[in-house]
């Protein structure tokens, strides 16, 4: 089955650096990653997600980028903010339903 | 959120006794899905459903069995309780492939 690793596991920056977390996945398969975000307490909410057919998807301040030959993908996130603080994961599937998830990213966004 | 509730919220239960978990959606979404959520495991499938009755087996589905016999309602239920099934459980649904997964409020289980 398909396998999802994350790093870091936990990442610090200072209000308006970005922030990077990056994701690999091993069935070349897969065709569709997002990527959740979960406040302390909260569920998981999409926050972007991209397709294998496409190479780079942005959303204002966040965006993602895929390498299928390297099989991996990446989250960045632009003028980190405090609310941006929250656990991250990325997921990949074969088709956008059964979602193998990485193992998260907690992002602290420090004044 | 797609209009999903999972109940209970939080439950407390002896080791070796029945657990069932409901999840309920008011968006008549075809896809639904148990997940389990630990400490540095992510986010782990453990059934899914694609239809009324029509049900499939997750990553890591012992120990669990659903049932949805009503597009709104896909049922949980762990037949004797484990301290390692210890965990906070999302429901999630799905209106098709191609669309996002909405996930509910979750479900903290604690077996003692």
């Known amino acids: 089955g398909e396998n999802v690793e994350q790093h870091p596991s936990t990442l610090s920056v200072q209000e308006g650096d970005s922030a990077v977390i990056k994701c690999t996945y091993s069935d070349s398969a897969s065709n569709y990653f997002p990527w959740y975000k979960q406040e302390l307490g909260k569920r998981p909410q999409l926050i972007i997600d991209?397709?294998?057919?496409?190479g780079e998807k942005k959303d204002q301040r966040i965006a993602v980028t895929l390498n299928k030959t390297a099989k991996h993908f990446s989250l960045h996130i632009t003028e980190t903010q405090p609310e941006d603080s929250a656990v991250y994961f990325c997921?990949?599937?074969?088709?956008?339903?059964?979602?193998?998830f990485g193992t998260g990213t907690r992002l602290q966004v420090t004044l | 959120d797609a209009g999903i509730t999972q109940s209970p919220r939080h439950k407390v239960t002896e080791t070796g006794t029945p657990v069932t978990l409901r999840c309920h959606q008011t968006e008549n979404h075809r896809y639904m899905y148990w997940y389990r959520q630990d400490p540095g495991h992510g986010l782990r499938l453990i059934h899914y459903s694609y239809g009324v009755k029509d049900t499939d087996k997750g990553e890591v589905s012992d120990g669990y069995s659903v049932s949805r016999s009503k597009t709104e309602d896909f049922l949980l239920t762990l037949e004797s309780a484990t301290s390692s099934q210890t965990s906070v459980y999302f429901c999630?649904?799905?209106?098709?492939?191609?669309?996002?997964?909405?996930f509910g409020p979750g479900t903290r289980l604690t077996v003692t």
């Open positions: 991209i397709r294998s057919n496409v």
């Open positions: 997921a990949a599937s074969v088709g956008p339903s059964k979602l193998t």
């Open positions: 999630a649904n799905q209106l098709a492939e191609g669309y996002e997964q909405y």
